[in-house]
Nanobody, 126 residues
């Protein structure tokens, strides 16, 4: 069992920056990767970025490449999503998800993840 809690959402103006954090607790030794997804009203859940815990390999969606950076705090069971040059189309509920160790996966797919946070709202005004 892994508990996942996102924080850091809020209201920002276009062009601004925001940093989201994902805190994991419980059986964190079993974590393979942490991913970020977002869902806007009336839209499907969309992959944003992910990072593996052992190698620190990162993956970015094309829509956020060059603007968002995912990183892990090596001293804590936390993953951050630094969002720069925010656009109104980035407005969504952002979810942190945890994939535990196992066979077979595709990190951009929501079904690859085992635990999800409650989401945090990010609103970008124009």
């Amino acid at each position: 069992q892994v508990q996942v809690v996102e924080s850091g959402g809020g209201l920002v103006q276009a062009g601004g920056s925001l940093r989201l954090s994902c805190a994991a607790s419980g059986r964190t030794f079993s974590i393979y990767a942490t991913g970020w997804f977002r869902q806007a009203p009336g839209k499907e859940r969309q992959f944003v970025a992910a990072i593996t815990w052992r190698g620190g390999t990162t993956y970015d969606a094309d829509s956020v490449k060059g603007r968002f950076t995912v990183s892990r705090d090596n001293d804590k069971n936390t993953v951050n999503l630094q969002m720069n040059s925010l656009k109104p189309e980035d407005t969504a509920v952002y979810y942190c998800a945890v994939k535990t160790k196992g066979m077979g996966y595709s990190l951009p797919q929501p079904t690859a993840y085992d635990y999800w946070g409650q989401g945090t709202q990010v609103t970008v005004s124009s």
